[in-house]
């Protein structure tokens, strides 16, 4: 399980890593300085879900069922909140109008919110020892 997990996280900091310099290098002259800003939202959101994912992977205080369930609405909510901030950032370039996506952004923040406290609440029911 934590291997599999270990490649989810993988790939959400490659292709936060790959979107990061796109947007500093090609997008920087085509993007207005408030759709690039947002574009970097989207990335950094989805950075930090990529170390908590490696985190998730790796600690002991979790079992496999309650990794299994963080991973899944964890995924859901970066797909959510960082996909359809990359594609309302850049419709203007696509000729898509991705408006349509926006309730979807706040959705998937919640999902990110919500995977961090099942997590938070999974630790907490760990007896102490210490």
């Keep these: 399980m934590s291997?599999?997990?270990?490649?989810i996280a993988i790939?959400?900091?490659?292709?936060s890593i790959i979107l990061g310099a796109f947007g500093a290098h090609?997008?920087?002259?085509?993007?207005?300085?408030?759709?690039?800003?947002?574009?970097?939202?989207?990335?950094?959101y989805q950075m930090y879900q990529a170390l908590f994912?490696?985190?998730?992977?790796t600690t002991n205080f979790l079992t496999d069922k309650a990794k299994k369930i963080t991973t899944i609405i964890l995924s859901i909510g970066v797909l959510f909140f960082s996909g359809s901030i990359y594609l309302l950032a850049?419709?203007?370039?696509s000729g898509i109008n991705?408006?349509?996506?926006?309730?979807?952004t706040?959705?998937?923040?919640?999902?990110?919110?919500?995977s961090w406290i099942y997590v938070a609440f999974c630790v907490g029911k760990q007896k102490n020892n210490n």
């Design 26 to 44: 090609a997008l920087k002259a085509v993007l207005s300085e408030q759709q690039l800003t947002s574009f970097e939202t989207g990335v950094r």
């Design 53 to 57: 994912l490696l985190f998730v992977a």
């Design 11 to 15: 790939v959400f900091g490659l292709i």
């Design 3 to 7: 291997i599999k997990l270990i490649r």
């Design 90 to 93: 850049t419709q203007e370039l």
């Design 106 to 114: 706040p959705i998937g923040g919640l999902l990110i919110m919500i």
């Design 98 to 104: 991705f408006k349509f996506l926006g309730p979807i």
